[in-house]
């Protein structure tokens, strides 16, 4: 197991389409976040789960965001009807037990809507 | 709002210089502090991390200064090398919470 790992690398879709990104977690770890990170800013907390339970949402992640974990291993975002502000780096981050092992973040989607 | 107030955005030093980055927080449920290290067309890495029981921690070249009276915190790093030059990163998180709120980001170069 390399790490946490993250389909497409790149997405380049035109607005209102819909788009869904891919990510696989650390085998052994049970807990997936993702974030959203814009150029030149931190990452942004989007969602959390705890195996396959959602346990924490941003008020980022409007009505068009959905995220599920099937069965507690890979995740999907989905993003419907994209907009220009959607463009941006979408990162997936897995840990194990206590956030204070940290995380570790996939190298990302980056998504750009024309 | 942002949670976590990151300076400088940029610094530029020179091999075996120590860069210091610094971290101000408003919110006092913070009770963890992780910095992370990104470079282009990677996701971020955990480099340390600290409670707030504790004013400093080391690993490595890199040490966390922590002062919970200013609600301050900084990273240092010794003897830089051109291969620390990446954007590196504090956060926070509060008890409870598994979301870490992240601060704008410092972009270091360092030069040889």
């Known amino acids: 197991d390399t790490g946490v790992s993250q389909d497409p690398r790149h997405k380049i879709t035109k607005r209102g389409q819909n788009v869904t990104f891919r990510c696989d977690p650390i085998s052994e770890h049970n807990r997936l976040y993702w974030y959203r990170q814009t150029l030149g800013q931190g990452p942004e907390f989007l969602t959390y789960f705890q195996n396959e339970a959602q346990l924490e949402k941003s008020r980022l992640l409007s009505d068009r965001f959905s995220a599920e974990r099937p069965k507690g291993s890979f995740s999907t975002l989905e993003i419907q009807r994209t907009e220009q502000g959607d463009s941006a780096m979408y990162l997936c981050?897995?840990?194990?037990?206590?956030?204070?092992?940290?995380?570790?973040f996939g190298s990302g989607t980056r998504l750009t809507v024309v | 709002q942002q949670q976590v107030k990151q300076s400088p955005q940029s610094l530029i030093v020179q091999k075996g210089g120590i860069p210091i980055i610094n971290c101000a927080y408003e919110n006092t449920a913070f009770d963890y502090f992780p910095w992370y290290q990104q470079f282009p067309g990677k996701g971020p890495a955990l480099l340390i991390a600290?409670?707030?029981?504790?004013s400093e921690k080391k690993e490595g070249r890199f040490t966390i200064s922590f002062n919970k009276s200013a609600k301050q915190f900084s990273l240092h790093i010794m003897d830089s090398q051109p291969g620390d030059s990446a954007t590196y990163f504090c956060a926070a998180s509060q008890g409870g919470s598994e979301k870490l709120v992240f601060g704008k980001g410092t972009k270091l170069t360092v030069n040889p």
């Open positions: 981050a897995s840990s194990l037990v206590a956030l204070f092992l940290g995380y570790t």
């Open positions: 600290i409670r707030p029981d504790v």
